[in-house]
């Protein structure tokens, strides 16, 4: 009898490097992150998504571990780091930037010179617009 064969492909990928972030972050009147600290990724490729927030990301490097993020509307993001390699399961890890606008200037009245009395008139304070004021 005529022999028969098939032939089958084995496609062998190391373990992706275990994804690591830098410190969640705080960034007071802009929309742009420091440097968002991930690991260099010595097995696989590294990518960076934005998992949550109130607006959308620009990474400034979408696979470079140092990458900044520019998000368009100020408040708390989520940035996942994933490693992967192949058709191995990735590894992922995230922070947390939090982008504050900056604070209302504060503004007050003119001094006062009260007699006969231990209250003063109004304080004259501006409605703070971003942030809260408090005397």
Same mark, same amino acid.
């Given at each position: 009898?005529?022999?028969?064969?098939? #032939?089958?492909?084995?496609?062998? &990928?190391?373990? %992706?490097?275990?994804?690591?972030?830098? !410190?969640?972050?705080?960034?007071?009147? $802009?929309?742009? +992150? !420091?440097?968002? @600290?991930?690991?260099?990724?010595?097995?696989?490729? @590294?990518?960076? =998504?934005?998992?949550?927030? %109130?607006? =959308? /990301?620009?990474?400034?490097?979408?696979?470079? #571990?140092? !990458?900044?993020?520019?998000?368009?509307?100020?408040? =708390? &993001?989520? &940035?996942?780091? =994933?490693?992967?390699?192949?058709?191995?399961?990735?590894?992922?890890?995230?922070? $947390?930037?939090?982008? &504050? #606008?900056? %604070?209302?200037?504060?503004?007050?009245?003119?001094?006062?010179?009260?007699?006969?009395?231990?209250?003063? +008139?109004?304080?004259?304070?501006? /409605?703070?617009?971003?942030? #809260?004021?408090?005397?």
């Amino acid at each position: 009898c005529a022999s028969t064969n098939a #032939e089958l492909t084995v496609n062998y &990928y190391e373990t %992706p490097t275990t994804a690591i972030v830098g !410190s969640d972050q705080n960034q007071c009147g $802009t929309l742009i +992150s !420091s440097s968002l @600290g991930g690991n260099t990724a010595a097995v696989g490729e @590294g990518t960076w =998504t934005q998992f949550s927030g %109130p607006g =959308t /990301t620009t990474f400034s490097a979408l696979h470079s #571990e140092s !990458s900044t993020a520019t998000a368009s509307a100020y408040g =708390t &993001y989520v &940035y996942r780091w =994933t490693i992967a390699n192949g058709a191995c399961a990735s590894t992922n890890a995230e922070l $947390t930037v939090n982008y &504050y #606008e900056t %604070p209302t200037t504060a503004i007050v009245g003119s001094d006062q010179n009260q007699c006969g009395t231990l209250i003063s +008139s109004s304080l004259g304070g501006n /409605t703070a617009a971003v942030g #809260e004021g408090t005397w």
